[in-house]
Structures are given as structure tokens and as C-alpha cells.
T-cell receptor, first 111, second 115 residues
């Protein structure tokens, strides 16, 4: 079963705007990762944040993690049409050896 | 460096048949994980292999099996196919020794349709 839920399920914005996606999970974790998937294709790793980290940046991506609220957010700044994709959070539960994926957010960036 | 390669990319089977999917990980990666993706259930973990040993298994029936060879290539097999097995099957490799918990590198997937 899925560990996380993402909010919103779908998001549509204009090019140049920022996009924020949220992920909530249920159990204690070792790390949380964000992946991107273009329609029907494989997933691409974006960023990994460990449970003892609170914020991480990578290019136009900013990820925050609040372990007390069991939630994370992914911010994409200055979005581009090429950012149109589904975005998934994935958690590694404490003691587990695999990823549990969230339900995903479908992002559409309108040129 | 070549990425993760999955074959076949698309296949159509009928109920009751069996199917074998193949995955070649990134050179040097010894951990291979398999995931099933469907619209209803999302991405679900099937199993993870390291050095030819299954290290972890998800909550799937025994019809789903896999193996890993000495060159780290992996196969998964689904027997007695059901309509609900229609899905995108994704393979991922990891450079972390024995753990599918770091950054995963995914293949493009094998899309299985069961009629």
C-alpha cells in the first residue's frame, strides 16, 4: 500500500509561476525523495532529503521536510512548460529496504 | 554510461498466460528493484535483489516472482495472468550496496496489457 498522499492531485499554472506540491506520510522515515515522471515513462530522481535535514535546494527545486508533521513540500520556481509531468514523493520507512511512493501530483505548466 | 534497460517495452498477453520481463541495471549497480504502476493502486513495490538474492518482497501473490543473475541483470515473471495485472512494470537500479533506499535509477518500463 502507498505510504504517502500528495496534495493537490492536479495543479495547473502559467509558465513563470511557482508550483508547490505537498506530501504527507504516516510512519517514521530515514529519507524522503521526490521523483518526476513524464507521461507513461520511467521515473527520474529529483532530490533526496534525509530525516535530519529540514531543507534542501537543487537548481529551481526547493524541498522542505517537517518530521514532526510527517510532511514535505516541493517547490519549483519559475516553472517552464517542460516541467509538465507527474511528481511523486517516496519515503524510506525506518527499518525498511524499499521506497513507498505517494499518489502523485499532476503538474501542467501552460506556456 | 548506459541507463537502465527494460525489455520488452510493450506486450499484450491473454488471461492465463505467463510473462517474463527483463531488466539490465546501470553498469556497476548491484541492487535491482521492481515496481508495479497502475492507475488505481499507484506505484507499488514488488521485490528487490542484490547479488542474486531477494532481499525484500512486497505484498504481491506468489504468481509474481523474480530472479537476478550474476551479471546483476534481473527478470521478473508473472504466471497465470489476470486482467488486473495490466500495468507498467518499472525496474530501478541503485548503486548503494544491498539497499534500494537511496537514489533509484529507473528504466522506461514494460507496459503489459492482459486481455
Amino acid at each position: 500500500s502507498q505510504q504517502g498522499e500528495e496534495d493537490p492531485q492536479a495543479l495547473s499554472i502559467q509558465e513563470g509561476e511557482n508550483a508547490t506540491m505537498n506530501c504527507s506520510y504516516k510512519t517514521s522515515i530515514n529519507n524522503l525523495q521526490w521523483y518526476r515522471q513524464n507521461s507513461g515513462r520511467g521515473l527520474v530522481h529529483l532530490i533526496l532529503i534525509r530525516s535530519n535535514e529540514r531543507e534542501k535546494h537543487s537548481g529551481r527545486l526547493r524541498v522542505t521536510l517537517d518530521t514532526s508533521k510527517k510532511s514535505s513540500s516541493l517547490l519549483i520556481t519559475a516553472s517552464r512548460a517542460a516541467d509538465t509531468a507527474s511528481y511523486f514523493c517516496a519515503t524510506v520507512q525506518t527499518g525498511a529496504n524499499n521506497l513507498f511512493f505517494g499518489t502523485g501530483t499532476r503538474l501542467t505548466v501552460i506556456p | 554510461k548506459a541507463g537502465v534497460t527494460q525489455t520488452p517495452r510493450y506486450l499484450i498477453k491473454t488471461r492465463g498466460q505467463q510473462v517474463t520481463l527483463s531488466c539490465s541495471p546501470i553498469s556497476g549497480h548491484r541492487s535491482v528493484s521492481w515496481y508495479q504502476q497502475t492507475p488505481g493502486q499507484g506505484l507499488q513495490f514488488l521485490f528487490e535483489y542484490f547479488s542474486e538474492t531477494q532481499r525484500n518482497k512486497g505484498n504481491f501473490p506468489g504468481r509474481f516472482s523474480g530472479r537476478q543473475f550474476s551479471n546483476s541483470r534481473s527478470e521478473m515473471n508473472v504466471s497465470t495472468l489476470e486482467l488486473g495485472d495490466s500495468a507498467l512494470y518499472l525496474c530501478a537500479s541503485s548503486g548503494l550496496a544491498g539497499r534500494g533506499t537511496g537514489e533509484l535509477f529507473f528504466g522506461e518500463g514494460s507496459r503489459l496489457t492482459v486481455l
